[in-house]
């Protein structure tokens, strides 16, 4: 049976998400997938594999949060000050590597 880490995987493989599609499509809250996608972006490495980020954005001043590390939303903008961001969006690209099925192989 996958883990949640390897469901999120498989659904960021087939579509690119935001994080409030993860958790309606494996029933956790959304705050719970922000943690998950930390972990991915890190372990996909391994797998010859990239969690790509389309960046977050202000929806009135069209600011883009090209720079930020931490993959949770902003609160607000820090040029209009407003709080109306569009979402993030992931997606896994790249191919496995033959032979790396995970770290305890």
């Known amino acids: 049976m996958p883990t ?3 469901k999120i ?3 960021l ?7 409030r599609a993860l958790s309606r499509a494996l029933s956790i809250r ?3 997938i922000y943690p998950h996608l ?3 972006r890190l372990s996909l490495k391994v797998r010859g594999q990239k969690l790509h980020i389309t960046p977050y954005q202000c929806r009135l001043c069209g600011f883009e949060f090209k720079n930020r590390s931490k993959l ?3 609160g607000r903008c820090p040029d209009c000050k407003q ?11 790249g191919s496995r590597r033959q032979g790396t099925k995970g ?3």
């Not at 493989?13 to 994080?19: G, H």
């Not at 709080?83 to 997606?91: N, Q, R, T, V």
């Open 83 to 93: 709080g109306s961001i569009e979402p993030a969006l992931f997606k896994v690209k």
């Open 103 to 105: 770290a305890s192989d």
């Open 30 to 32: 959304e705050k719970e």
């Open 4 to 6: 949640l880490r390897e």
């Open 38 to 40: 930390e972990h991915i």
């Open 13 to 19: 493989e087939d579509d690119t998400q935001d994080a």
């Open 72 to 74: 949770h939303p902003p």
């Open 9 to 11: 995987i498989t659904l």
